[in-house]
């Protein structure tokens, strides 16, 4: 009785000590958060020291104790601050918490406190500050408060590799500024375009007709004129005296058209529809850009012939709604824009750990539960907060989803233009959201005496003692392939998507499995996978569970008419050479129409042939590689430049330079800038003439960790995507087949500068007023001081540079940049404009910072 008596006065002493401000009294709104780079390179160890400065700018104080702070972070962090007052601990996934130690003291109103403590790696960019910090009360552990602010500090590194606004200026200046009337007027580029005399005038007097096969097309065209003079075009049923005729010819590539433009009118030949719209889309193509910007009475177009049709038939971008969601006017959005360009495949990643983002009629816990995120140790309710998605499930980026009734509606726009939307249902791993899901409908119908039910769509063995870790540090992301009910739950979504294509009018020719990235130890101490194993001899080992689940899936959609879809892991199989583990073509799937998404060439990886096996092997291979076409790489290495830089570092010229038939010749520099060892591609496999015949398509990839709004979604994705439909739709250029090393770079070099000049003069602008304008990246100026002047150019010629010398950003209003400036001292700054005024990066110069480094950037 003593005992207990001391611990009651003990436990009440620093109760009363730890809470000498009542939690419910202060408000974590006062709490304003910065984080800084400290030491990029802490005691030599290529780590970073950073902190978080804490400013209490309320009244209350901020007790010592008693509380914690959560946030996200793909980083890793020693446990104990070296400022002596905190401890960080992994919660699971890219969830921390903070937690005060005795060297942490009452804030008091007005007072600043720094955590500081040590990363794994170096700094490199913004994204590799913590995010979506909020703080928690030990006395109220299930609910969450948000900070007043939180802030990233400029930082002005001197790592190697290293993108200054000098560099850029270097790197600029080698484009040839091309003026706009030589420019080729229609992209991407068609296989043949010729430019002739005279012009036909587009106006509200235009007159359609189209064959029968083609009337939805010359509605879609009618609508399109509309939206350009105020005044819809009239469709008429015959071809005489229409100044527009769609016409149906048989001997044209299925996707291929001819498009005619003289005085007199303008002829569409395709022999499908999907053909005549392209037809219109590079139509689309020839209206100045400046008709998007205000409606004109009249509209002139130049007369030109031209016979197209695509390299690749799978033309396609990935968008990952599932770590951070975006709404459905942003994917009708971009959808738009896909077909403008000509894209063709829509590839949704609706589901993973973070989120399940499209409703499941029979299944309503999936959306429930599943699609949102806030603050929670347990996920009964919804997910735990992820990628900076705060406390509140009420959040705009970490809850969300598609309603049957969106979907239909984006199945819809999508299939008037063309595309094919194809839905991801990650499995086996990247499963949390799934998973956490049907554990909720288990316990509400257990808590019902359903046991029956509930364990019917269960995806995970309850006596599971399996411990992993997955990639991205989950210890409970995979489905147990080896309990029956994994497939009943497979089958059950299976068939909902169908009927939802189907109620659409949506084609649904394959459905997207995921499969990668399932971490080592699953399963290994599952009683399931015990029992199935004793029944089925082909089951040596966890690894053979791969091929039984992917050989049950493929039956369940081949069943349905449907074929299977995923990524790499999925159509390989592990094995042995010279006793280190290897992977092969798996040939148990080969022959079943499998289509792999490819993701996994990084250079130095040591799996650079990745794609070329699989094609070889006899898989139909899409190219996502990395190395080229990942749209949420940064898109340099600046501390300004948001971003992953994991794969690669990203510009516009990596998705335009990638040869899909071999990308080992235009591999010039490493995932950190360093030129390339090209040892690394000795023993190799090359693609061989079958091979590319197994080569379907290319595809850009957002994945979505660091995309938390539509601004940022267009700016990761714009103009990258012009790169990426230029590769997927355009012949192969000579500068890609030229085996004369230098008559290669010649032709490359005038192609680029071609490129960056139609962007800039003639897309970019387009963009900028197209469909309401997308938020494509400005390009950071370049600049270059020499002989007392400042010069400064612009990635894409035709945008605007605007400059100031009082130490202010640059905005719309500021002096126009048209030759090289003065300069004696202080701070001069530089920055590129859209044709709306809207601003990028800014280009800093002049006097020297504190450190006594010349300034190359600022945020």
């Keep these: 009785m003593r005992k207990i008596l001391t611990l009651m006065l003990v436990s009440a002493f620093f109760m009363s000590t730890a809470f000498k401000t009542d939690p419910v009294k202060f408000n974590a709104a006062d709490l304003h958060i910065s984080w800084e780079v400290m030491d990029d390179n802490y005691q030599g160890k290529n780590e970073a020291l950073t902190a978080l400065v804490i400013t209490n700018k309320g009244k209350e104080t901020l007790p010592a104790a008693g509380w914690k702070f959560y946030f996200n972070s793909g980083r890793g962090f020693t446990e104990n601050a070296v400022s002596g007052n905190a401890k960080i601990n992994q919660v699971n996934g890219d969830l921390y918490s903070i937690t005060p130690t005795a060297g942490f003291k009452d804030l008091k109103s007005g007072e600043s406190i720094r955590i500081e403590y040590v990363n794994d790696d170096p700094a490199v960019n913004v994204t590799d500050a913590p995010e979506g910090i909020y703080l928690v009360w030990d006395a109220n552990p299930e609910k969450g408060y948000s900070i007043g602010s939180f802030n990233i500090t400029p930082y002005k590194p001197t790592y190697q590799g290293l993108i200054t ?29 010729t430019e002739n005399s005279g012009s036909f005038i587009l106006s509200e007097k235009t007159l359609i007709a189209a064959d029968g096969d083609f009337t939805k097309e010359a509605t879609s065209l009618a609508e399109s004129i509309n939206s350009l003079t105020g005044k819809p075009a009239k469709i008429v049923t015959t071809a005489s005296g229409a100044n527009i005729y769609l016409k149906k010819v048989s001997g044209i590539a299925a996707e291929g058209y001819e498009l005619n433009v003289t005085p007199q009118g ?245 459905i997207h499995f995921g499969g990668d990235e399932v971490p080592p130890h699953v399963w290994e101490k599952s009683p399931a996978y015990l029992a199935l194993k004793a029944t089925h001899p082909e089951i040596q080992g966890t690894g053979d569970l791969w091929y ?99 794969g690669a570092f990203l510009g516009i010229d990596k998705f335009y330079s990638f040869i899909p038939y071999d990308y080992f010749k235009n591999a010039d520099v490493d995932r950190n800038g360093a030129p390339i060892n090209q040892n690394i ?24 960790e660091t995309v938390k709004s539509t601004d940022r979604m267009d700016y990761m994705i714009f103009p990258r995507l012009l790169g990426l439909a230029e590769r997927a739709w355009a012949q192969d250029p000579t500068w890609a087949t030229e085996k004369d090393g230098i008559k290669a770079k010649q032709d490359y070099q005038q192609a680029w500068s071609t490129f960056l000049n139609v962007l800039g003069k003639r897309e970019l602008p387009r963009l900028t007023y197209f469909n309401g304008g997308y938020n494509y990246r400005v390009p950071k100026p370049g600049i270059n001081l020499q002989d007392g002047k400042y010069s400064s150019n612009v990635e894409f010629p035709g945008l605007t540079i605007r400059y100031t010398t009082n130490g202010n950003d640059p905005d719309a209003g500021s002096k ?26 800014v280009a800093t110069g002049g006097e020297e910072t504190q450190t006594g480094k010349k300034q190359g950037s600022t945020l």
Aim: charged share 25%; glycine share 8%; hydrophobic share 35%.
């Design 165 to 193: 606004p000098e560099i850029v200026f270097d790197r600029n200046k080698v484009v040839t500024d091309i003026p706009a009337d030589q420019l080729p007027k229609i992209f991407p580029t068609p296989v043949s375009y």
């Design 266 to 510: 303008i002829t569409i030949n395709a022999s499908t529809p999907v053909g005549a719209f392209y037809g219109i889309q590079s139509l689309k193509s020839l209206v100045p850009f400046a008709a998007y910007s205000k409606k004109e009475k009249s509209i002139q177009l130049l007369c030109v012939a031209v016979k197209d049709e695509p390299r690749f038939p799978h033309r396609a971008v990935m968008l990952d709604v599932a770590r951070n969601f975006q709404p459905k006017s942003q994917v009708l959005k971009l959808i738009e824009a896909m077909s403008l360009y000509k894209l063709n495949v829509l590839h949704l990643h609706l589901t993973d750990d973070e989120g399940w983002r499209i409703e499941i009629p029979s299944l309503p816990e999936l959306t429930s539960v599943g699609s949102k995120r806030g603050h929670t140790l347990d996920s009964k309710h919804h997910l735990p907060a992820s990628h900076g998605s705060g406390p509140d499930v009420n959040n705009a980026t970490g809850t969300g989803f598609y309603t049957k009734a969106e979907y239909i509606e984006i199945l819809r726009y999508a299939t008037d233009r063309h595309i094919i939307v194809i839905p991801e249902i990650e499995t086996p791993g990247h499963a949390r959201a799934s998973i956490k899901a049907m554990d909720a409908r288990y316990d509400r119908l257990m808590a019902e005496g359903k046991k029956d039910e509930a364990v019917k769509y269960l995806l995970r063995d309850l006596d599971d003692k399996s411990e992993y870790r997955s990639v991205q540090y989950w210890n409970d992301n995979v489905i147990n392939v080896s309990v029956p009910s994994t497939y009943t739950f497979v089958e059950t979504v299976v068939d909902d998507l169908i009927g939802i294509y189907k109620e659409a009018g949506a084609p649904l020719p394959t």
């Design 548 to 646: 039984y689940f992917y050989g049950r899936v493929n039956q369940i959609l081949k069943a349905k008419g449907i074929y299977l879809s995923g990524w790499e892991e999925m159509a390989l199989r592990k094995t042995k050479l010279d006793g280190n583990d290897t992977y092969v073509p798996n040939p148990d799937l080969a022959g079943e129409h499998l289509h792999a998404d490819v993701w996994n060439n990084v250079l130095g990886g040591g799996q650079e042939d990745l794609a070329y096996k699989l094609a070889n092997g006899g898989y139909k291979v899409v190219l996502t590689c990395v190395t080229n076409l990942y749209f949420d790489m940064a898109n340099y290495k600046s501390f300004d430049e948001p971003g992953y830089y994991w």
């Design 681 to 704: 591609f000795l023993g190799k496999q090359r693609l061989t003439d079958y091979g590319k015949s197994n080569i379907i398509g290319l595809q850009g990839a957002l994945w979505a």
């Design 816 to 841: 126009m940049y048209t030759g090289p400036v003065d300069y004696k001292s202080g701070i001069i700054k530089f920055r590129a404009f859209d044709p709306k005024g809207r601003g990028g990066n």
